[in-house]
């Protein structure tokens, strides 16, 4: 345990383009942001390949250029990017109290949490091949959808996200095959019927995925099986979509922090605010609906404006 406790204004953890955004607004305001990477630096932003919907990239830019490119603009305000991770939180006082890898301890004045989600996959080795191939697997329609137009696609999943992604790539692809593993969703009527009114989308019930098939290089189709009959079949495609949920990285803050039942982090609505004064939040901790780099970056300028109103209006306070 190390025997000198830092203090510090601004202590932003997570290092995707809700931190960084964060930290850019920080840095500029005198907030001398200190920034814990965690223990993927750049978020999931390192695992996408192009980034094509991100203004001001007109030809695309890939994920792990652009967390490079806004950390160094972070920096170039004076943010400090350090390498760590956040084990354990206090938030119980005034001052914030914060764990660096179980030694160091950070006093912070304010926290803004941007430690995003982790998307959930079925854990098959030819799936996990093929994601970090970045050969045709994904887990964010509206990220990489754009890539599969006109061909065919498989996506898993049988939740509100799932039927969404599902009917946004109906509309730029030929054929989505969804494979659903029970013989009913789990979403909403309303999603249901979207899905199961789209001339383009096949559901398959009580179906499971094999294998993701390939060539080496890319995905050529999907092995799947009746989970009644035990049918087993190839179907071709050259994406394959996970949508099985996501789990926010919040498991350190519940004792403190509300959250709903997945474990997000509830925000005052229309701020970056939690239940904490002086705590924040932005990007996918808080965000089970949009989950896109630009909200969450909108959302990490938030967080960096509310902390700074915070610490405006405790200084005032102390000075009248
Ligand atoms: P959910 O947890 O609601 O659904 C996950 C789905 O994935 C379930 O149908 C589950 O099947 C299936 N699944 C899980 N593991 C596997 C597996 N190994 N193989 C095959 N299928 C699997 O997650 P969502 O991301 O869909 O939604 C999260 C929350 O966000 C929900 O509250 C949802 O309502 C909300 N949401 C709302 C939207 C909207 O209102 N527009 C849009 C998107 C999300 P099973 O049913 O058999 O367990």
Request: net charge negative; with cysteine.
């Amino acid at each position: 345990m190390s025997d000198t406790i830092e203090k510090v204004k601004c202590l932003i953890i997570g290092s995707g383009p809700a931190g960084y955004t964060a930290a850019i607004y920080a840095s500029r305001a005198n907030m001398f942001p200190v920034l814990y990477q965690g223990t993927q630096p750049g978020g999931q932003l390192t695992t996408t390949n192009d980034v094509e919907n991100y203004p001001g990239y007109p030809d695309g830019i890939t994920g792990p250029e652009m967390m490079i490119e806004l950390q160094k603009q972070a920096e170039r305000f004076g943010t400090d990017v350090r390498d760590g991770w956040v084990t354990k939180v206090d938030f119980s006082n005034e001052v914030h109290k914060v764990w660096i890898n179980d030694e160091k301890e950070i006093h912070c004045d304010t926290v803004i949490i941007s430690t995003g989600a982790t998307a959930k996959y079925l854990g098959l080795p030819s799936e996990q091949k093929y994601l970090k191939l970045g050969g045709g697997v994904s887990a964010c329609a509206v990220c990489d959808g754009f890539f599969y137009r006109n061909q065919e696609v498989v996506i898993v999943g049988a939740g509100d996200s799932a039927c969404e992604e599902a009917h946004y790539l109906s509309k730029l692809c030929t054929k989505v095959t969804m494979l659903v593993r029970r013989d009913e969703f789990r979403a909403s009527k309303i999603m249901q019927a979207r899905v199961k009114n789209t001339e383009n989308i096949e559901i398959l019930y009580n179906t499971e995925t094999e294998e993701v098939l390939g060539d080496g290089q890319v995905v050529t189709g999907v092995r799947v099986k009746h989970n009644v009959t035990g049918d087993v079949w190839d179907i071709p495609a050259t994406g394959f979509f996970v949508a099985i949920g996501h789990k926010p990285n919040t498991d350190i803050f519940k004792a403190y922090l509300n959250l709903d039942e997945t474990g997000y982090i509830i925000n005052v609505p229309g701020t970056a605010k939690t239940n904490v004064e002086g705590v924040f939040v932005s990007g996918d901790a808080a965000d089970h609906v949009y989950r896109q780099a630009v909200t969450a970056a909108g959302t990490g300028c938030m967080a960096a404006l509310d902390a700074e109103r915070y610490l405006a209006a405790k200084e005032s306070s102390v000075e009248a």
